[in-house]
């Protein structure tokens, strides 16, 4: 039975990563429902903080709250602060999307306390990142929030990059330099941001995705007609999109125009965009580089 539950878990999982939020729910009420019976509170308390996850992703706020409330409990009372910390993390992650920016608070706080005293997991550098995002859109707490930020920072450097993300801190720290009229800081922290997005290892694979629309942008410039003719069908489909989308378009339509600036191009654009353009630029740039995003001619009979 206890097996059953675990692949219940593992199935509600997939289910969440496929997207299937109902599949995902029916999969960790089952596992939960199994756990409860058998009294494993350790298990109960994973499979409500996934529960929490998938009601989070549905926007089901209410349900997603009370499902992390239960874990967080649970996890509580057994004493594993490590585990309540991230629950606490994800508990104030549904308090700011639902308005409520003073409990979020407490809770990030509460969670911060728990992974630093003492050190486990990140040491609460994502929890001092999730605070200081929350902070810099309150009325006098951008001095509060930067310095939370740099505490991330700090975090961040001594941790795996990919687990880290620190270009997202970077980017943080960016918004809120903006925010207290320091655009040279900014721009440095943005630099600092594509940079370590750049040599992330996992920033060349992810660029894989986009490779027939920087093809594209390349032919076209070259004149082709039919990648033309394709480059504006892409950037019509980001516009339509909206949000970074829209900032993507306007940059590739700037490249079209003959804009190789890559610091202006990539100003006040998101982090996986600024790529893009970084890619494109190089493939401009490079000829040699070329080849692995052009389409590879068919072999003759």
């Given at each position: 039975m206890?097996?059953?539950g675990v692949?219940?878990g593992?199935l509600?999982?997939?289910?969440?990563?496929?997207?299937?939020l109902n599949?995902a729910?029916?999969?960790?009420?089952?596992?939960?429902?199994?756990?409860?019976r058998?009294?494993e509170p350790?298990?109960e308390a994973?499979a409500?903080?996934?529960?929490?996850?998938?009601?989070?992703?549905a926007?089901?706020?209410?349900?997603?709250?009370?499902?992390?409330?239960?874990s967080?409990?649970l996890?509580?009372?057994?004493g594993?602060?490590?585990?309540a910390?991230?629950?606490?993390?994800?508990?104030?992650?549904?308090?700011?999307?639902?308005?409520r920016?003073?409990v979020?608070?407490t809770w990030?706080?509460?969670?911060?306390?728990?992974?630093?005293?003492?050190?486990?997991?990140?040491?609460g550098?994502?929890?001092l990142?999730?605070l200081?995002?929350?902070?810099q859109?309150?009325p006098?707490?951008l001095?509060?929030?930067?310095?939370?930020?740099?505490e991330?920072l700090?975090?961040?450097?001594?941790?795996?990059?990919?687990?880290?993300?620190?270009?997202?801190?970077?980017s943080?720290?960016a918004k809120i330099?903006e925010q207290?009229?320091r655009?040279?800081?900014?721009?440095?922290y943005r630099?600092?941001?594509?940079?370590?997005?750049?040599?992330?290892?996992?920033?060349?694979?992810?660029?894989k995705?986009?490779?027939?629309?920087?093809a594209?942008v390349v032919?076209?410039?070259g004149?082709?007609?039919?990648?033309?003719?394709?480059?504006?069908?892409?950037?019509?489909?980001l516009?339509?999109?909206?949000?970074?989308?829209?900032?993507?378009?306007?940059?590739?339509?700037?490249?079209?125009?003959g804009?190789?600036?890559?610091e202006?191009?990539?100003?006040?654009?998101?982090l996986?965009?600024?790529?893009?353009i970084?890619?494109?630029?190089h493939?401009?740039?490079d000829?040699?580089s070329r080849a692995?995003?052009l389409?590879?001619?068919?072999?003759?009979d």
């Amino acid at each position: 039975m206890r097996g059953q539950g675990v692949t219940e878990g593992q199935l509600g999982t997939l289910a969440m990563a496929e997207g299937d939020l109902n599949e995902a729910v029916q999969r960790h009420q089952a596992a939960l429902a199994l756990f409860q019976r058998l009294q494993e509170p350790a298990m109960e308390a994973v499979a409500q903080h996934q529960l929490g996850r998938a009601f989070q992703e549905a926007k089901q706020w209410e349900q997603a709250e009370r499902h992390y409330r239960e874990s967080a409990v649970l996890k509580e009372k057994r004493g594993d602060l490590a585990s309540a910390a991230r629950t606490w993390n994800q508990l104030a992650m549904v308090c700011e999307r639902t308005g409520r920016p003073e409990v979020a608070e407490t809770w990030y706080r509460k969670a911060i306390a728990a992974m630093q005293n003492p050190p486990n997991g990140d040491r609460g550098a994502v929890c001092l990142s999730n605070l200081a995002e929350l902070l810099q859109h309150q009325p006098g707490r951008l001095a509060e929030a930067h310095q939370l930020a740099e505490e991330a920072l700090a975090i961040k450097a001594t941790l795996d990059p990919g687990a880290a993300e620190i270009w997202k801190t970077y980017s943080l720290l960016a918004k809120i330099a903006e925010q207290q009229s320091r655009p040279r800081e900014a721009t440095d922290y943005r630099r600092q941001a594509r940079e370590a997005k750049r040599g992330y290892a996992g920033t060349a694979h992810e660029m894989k995705r986009y490779s027939p629309l920087i093809a594209a942008v390349v032919l076209a410039i070259g004149g082709d007609a039919k990648a033309q003719t394709a480059t504006e069908k892409y950037m019509a489909q980001l516009e339509k999109a909206g949000g970074e989308n829209t900032e993507l378009a306007a940059a590739l339509r700037r490249i079209l125009s003959g804009d190789r600036d890559e610091e202006v191009l990539c100003a006040g654009i998101g982090l996986t965009a600024s790529m893009i353009i970084e890619t494109l630029l190089h493939a401009l740039d490079d000829p040699s580089s070329r080849a692995a995003l052009l389409p590879q001619p068919k072999p003759e009979d």
